[in-house]
């Protein structure tokens, strides 16, 4: 029934790989399906300066698109002159999600800046992103740590990954890619911990609004692609 | 327990007020307790160009907050040069939600601009801004409707209403004020339809991830807020 | 004569409503008719960079318009990226006007900035903007002295307000309302001060060069509905 | 007593030189002492869109000054991203005025666009924009007649010139130079036309309010200087 | 001699990869050793607004560098809202290159945009662009050919490439990369033809000026290099 | 056979009046036939922050046109937000250019920004300003010396000037002007230096590549023409 032959809480074949970009202290290129996105971590030993001297640290993200990453050629956001609304919202996503796991004062008065830059766009960036953010983060700290510079224990508190559900022809899925996902009459986005619990939750009504039975189908299918991603980032940084 | 002595699943005041600016075609002027938010519905008769001649018609949502909505000085938006993240991820939910109750077909090749400017802000803009804006547009389609404007029959499909949600303390409570929201472990924004279904969760960890248990009991409580703002919506417009 | 059946030297009714935002430290929500425009004064505690460890203060203003202030929606300047030319020339009216009554010295090394926020427009919102920010500055020099914040002597040195006047169908009007002021030969705004003396002449031709004579003619009228104005200002106050 | 030894009523040395750019309609490069500003009027045949299928054409206005006219460097607008309120407010009264006195219907569906450049400041750039504008706009009326291209008559209805009179050191005196402008009390620029009537007054107290009487001082000033900047027009286009 | 001990007549090893981003009409993946530049070649059936209705089409280029291409973190463009000069400068000559080896008027009124988007930096970054950018455009043709879309004959009417090429440490040497071109006296990048005909010189005394000598060593180096660079675009399109 | 009549190794009449601007440090208004460029030198007691504390200085420029140098009105940058690329690209040549011949450590820590104005633009604008430019530049120096501010000796090492050359009509000449550069089959701009050797070359094929034999004599012509404008700046300076 789905477009890609897939089951309905199967995800797409996903790759995570590590150390990309020869000078970014952490890098992944994740690939869920035919959505490819780099994702670097830089390491700046300076903070915005709302940040200091809190005796803590910050993770923030910033996302971008190719020009080509789409089907269509979409405008270079440098050129148009700004990042435009979806873009906003991505990438503060991003940075929000990756915090929610991080211990900031074990961080120390430093900035990680992560950048996904979507190559290929086949639906779910913004999860591949996260997915791909947190082992590009993983490996920063793992730079980090190989030159003594925690003083306060481990920053890393547990795993993040995260994965779009649908209601696609109403039948709850996993993973949407594009096809399903400009159909679906429902989108939901969940970013999930390591230990089950709940990071984000955004939830859409596409079309109509759904019932709260079908959210709960929804979550119940991220729990199941979070875990598997997980395991995958367990194999990843292993 | 909570700063205000508002019960866990109590709603600050709420009052919604019409017709409060005298161009607009529809208006409300929304209060949560302390949040103030003035809500205009404007009619135009032209559409975005990637809209044209598709048969159907759009409603937008514009939200700003005035630079002494807030304790501090917030900086103007219009003087800084660009909206800030935060704004632009407000406008796209308000925009997204209201469309989801809208036969855009029905609305006929025209768009509906709803503004929210937030004149003081106590926590939980956003959902008050929703709450109000269904106001407004309903006004707005009555003022066509007086005009005899729909060929296509009702463009409001149902009601919608926002509220906001989170564990403070450890306790699950309904509608944060800015006092709770800043402390809040979680904080999660429902917006849901009259016939109770699910338009939009935004539900993020502020601190820690948060298990389902405690999802679902924002739910519960959200359900019963949105229940009790329809109601008043109902009476205003009655 | 005049479409709303005014004398040629009647105000429109005016309002002047004190401590309207919680937040700021002055605030006025200003009436001159259909013109609504809420004005707040916010004290922050640092200076422009330019104006640093000179032993004064400074007292700047911001105005701008909701978009459905307006009889057709106009769009958001924050959206637009720029404040357009008239929000410019009017902000730097409305601050001159301020300081030209202020003691910066005796204000010490701070600044206040006025905000001027008009919800519905009507003709004259800077005239009314000068008039209530008069009010909210007041109100924040007051909440100033109960902090005993002056150790130089009251800041404040007299009274300014401002009215628009205008030749309407020939003849000279004061307080022009949209409905004059679309139509009138000539436009000219006064602030005056509260020992009559004039702080800032804008006149302006908008159709043909006008007459000193009818120049003279609209002074005179003005410095009749300063009077009165600063009238109102002293019982709002009181 | 005036630091350049002026009397209170007498001009710097003025000269209208016309066609110093080759390319222009009309051009005219204006010096009121050591302030020098060159200005050209741009003859287009297409409107502003708000203007269009009106019958009447329009006369807009551009200032700038290059970034070392000034004692000190002024940033370049043009690698700031944006013009600055001053300049705004400035090209704004220079293109009011100059169609106060241009029969826009005769002038046929065109645009003409003034470009006032300063090449070195000494105070009264806006003035001397002003009076050297409405040479390069005659000339520019000139060539069109040339071409034949006005059905409906003349277009140029009267002269305009400019001046600045401020009270220096108590006294009132005629066009100031950036010395007696940067220490005057009230600062004063008449816009006026060749049967003397009055375009535009922009009056400011520097410092403290002034008196009717002062004003009236500075507009007898402005009205002899304005009468030798004309006659000056008339012997340039001559 | 070289730090990376190549002879001075010696390229890195470069690699042209097609076909590396599926929504393309063309794309190539191009290696200058540590300098790694993803290519696309996109199509559009429409013109910029100048070029309308003169029966034929246009080739332009978009250049950016994702954030950690560098070995410090770059800010991002997009959001530091422009594109900088280094940027604006690339990208001209990109374009330029690749116009003057293509027939605008066999290619017909579409307009092909090629995105040069740089993964890793290590020198050479626009020599590597053009490179590669003939392949992806090659490879657009191609598809385009596939679908009949030439009346007009080829368009293509000859190869290019580029390189680059320096005086380091008083020696001339070819294709530098990021550790030479930092150290080098002069550096001059040359866009040669298929036929051995230059298309663009750009040469830069980065420390004192430099010999004509100097410059015909550097340009023999150059076309050595190009000619290498030609025979692998040759073995990459076959 | 030029449309100037000039023969092949001809410049254009060449004049360099220096201090016509009375605020800058040093000035020069250069014409090139009817290219007029307007160039001022300002210094600087303060270092952009990425030069801070290096003993060093730094020579920038900065380029712009007056709206209506050109045939055309070309829009004000100023007005439009942003510089162009070719306005981005000429100023970075033209600073870099006076860099090659400036010793940074005797200017010590400080900067002088050359502003390039076109008044007017007959082709060669970028290298009628360079040549002007180091004749302000020269004289900046002068005014320095003459205050003694120079400790490590006379910063300026050589003379710089630049011409362009082009294949016009299949015959290499000299110091195009707009009527021959529109047509040129190839543009190609140098900058030299005093003692003979090269600075920089742009050299672009407009229309098809170009061999080098045509090259090598635009390099001679370049040569002869750069002396003699040397010998001109002599004269100048003398």
Chains 1, 2, 3, 4, 5, 6 share one sequence.
Not at 154 to 160: A, G, Q, S
Not at 178 to 196: C, K, L, P, Q
Request: net charge neutral; with cysteine; charged share 25%.
């Amino acid at each position: 029934m789905r477009p890609s032959r897939r089951q309905v809480d199967e995800l797409r074949p996903v790759s995570l790989e590590r150390g990309v970009v020869k000078y970014a202290e952490g890098s992944c290129f994740v690939k869920f399906g035919d959505t490819h996105v780099l994702v670097t971590a830089s390491l700046e030993e300076r903070l915005p300066p709302w940040l200091k001297g809190q005796g803590r640290g910050w993770v923030t993200a910033e996302y971008g698109m190719l020009p080509r990453a789409t089907s269509e050629r979409t405008r270079r956001e440098a050129s148009a002159g700004k990042q435009g609304g979806r873009t906003v919202e991505i990438q503060r996503l991003i940075g929000r999600s990756l915090r929610s796991v991080v211990d900031l004062v074990a961080l120390g008065e430093r900035q990680i800046t992560i950048d996904c830059d979507v190559i290929q766009a086949d639906g779910g960036t913004r999860t591949a992103s996260i997915t791909g953010a947190w082992v590009a983060l993983a490996d920063c700290f793992t730079w980090m740590k190989a030159r003594d510079m925690f003083k306060g224990g481990e920053p890393m508190r547990d795993h993040i990954a995260a994965v779009s559900c649908g209601v696609y022809k109403n039948t709850a899925v996993l993973d949407l890619d594009y096809a399903e996902d400009s159909e679906a009459e429902t989108d939901a986005n969940f970013v999930m911990s390591g230990n089950g619990n709940i990071v984000e939750i955004q939830a859409t009504a596409e079309k109509t609004p759904f019932s709260e039975e079908q959210f709960l189908a929804l979550l119940a299918l991220a729990r199941k692609g979070v875990g598997k991603l997980i395991d995958l980032q367990k194999m990843a940084v292993a």
